[in-house]
């Protein structure tokens, strides 16, 4: 018999972990990943370069207007072992990270067309079944029949110290504080947005990482995948 594929969505708040523990499931299972987060900054690296978007103004109309010129794609690099965001054949995915697109990126996905067309791109992609996606909306408004969810969440300190530690293990001079105050931003912007808010699906699993390992997460998943796969 072939064995069943299953959808999983890991939703929860910024800088819980999401990718890496959706990352570690993937490669357990043999899965598809798919960085839905990432979408959401190419599109809002796009809107930065086009000058559609700064500190105090935001073109709507432009950005709607600009969608279908944005082309986003997953490319495996090699010498990562790891997918790269691209943006219109551009390798975004150092630059898609900085603190320069979380800044902007909460704004840019409260906007209706935006967030119309990357779920329409994530639904194309997860046709294929045997997928992990991480994300805010994908228990909720991606995918409601997902087989498996989880809503992850941490306390904000040790967030943003995953955070400030993830990025000066990558050579970057970054402020503590400053990480802090935009995971707070952030996890305001989420919740409280008209369309597709952050919060948790009625089905979805509570994990709260504050004080696991990775390693001790994946053994909680993994249990929770087998019981999954071997229901009819
Ligand atoms: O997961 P992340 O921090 O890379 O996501 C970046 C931003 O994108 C986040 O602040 C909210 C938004 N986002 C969203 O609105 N819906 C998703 N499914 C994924 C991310």
């Not at 000058?51 to 495996?76: K, M, Q």
């Not at 809503?151 to 904000?156: C, H, N, P």
Request: net charge neutral.
């Amino acid at each position: 018999m072939m064995k069943k594929k299953l959808i999983i969505a890991i939703d929860g708040y910024s800088s819980c972990g999401k990718s890496t523990f959706a990352k570690a499931i993937a490669r357990e299972l043999n899965y598809i990943f798919i960085d839905s987060g990432a979408m959401y900054r190419a599109v809002t690296l796009y809107c930065m370069r086009q000058g559609f978007i700064g500190e105090n103004y935001l073109d709507h109309d432009s950005i709607a207007a600009g969608l279908p010129s944005i082309h986003i794609e997953f490319v495996y690099n090699p010498d990562r072992g790891e997918f790269d965001t691209y943006l219109n054949s551009e390798n975004v995915e150092e630059e898609i990270r900085g603190i320069e697109v979380s800044k902007y990126v909460s704004r840019i996905s409260t906007l209706a067309e935006v967030r119309t067309r990357m779920v329409e791109l994530q639904r194309q992609i997860g046709m294929f079944k045997g997928i992990v996606m991480d994300g805010r909306d994908i228990g909720t408004v991606v995918f409601p029949d997902a087989d498996l969810k989880i809503f992850m969440t941490a306390s904000v300190d040790i967030r943003a110290k995953r955070r400030y530690d993830e990025l000066t293990g990558k050579g970057l001079k970054v402020n503590f504080e400053e990480i802090k105050k935009n995971i707070i931003t952030r996890d305001i912007t989420d919740e409280n947005r008209d369309i597709s808010p952050l919060r948790k699906a009625d089905d979805a699993i509570v994990l709260d990482n504050t004080r696991m390992s990775v390693a001790a997460q994946m053994s909680w998943v993994m249990k929770i995948i087998e019981q999954k796969l071997n229901e009819n």
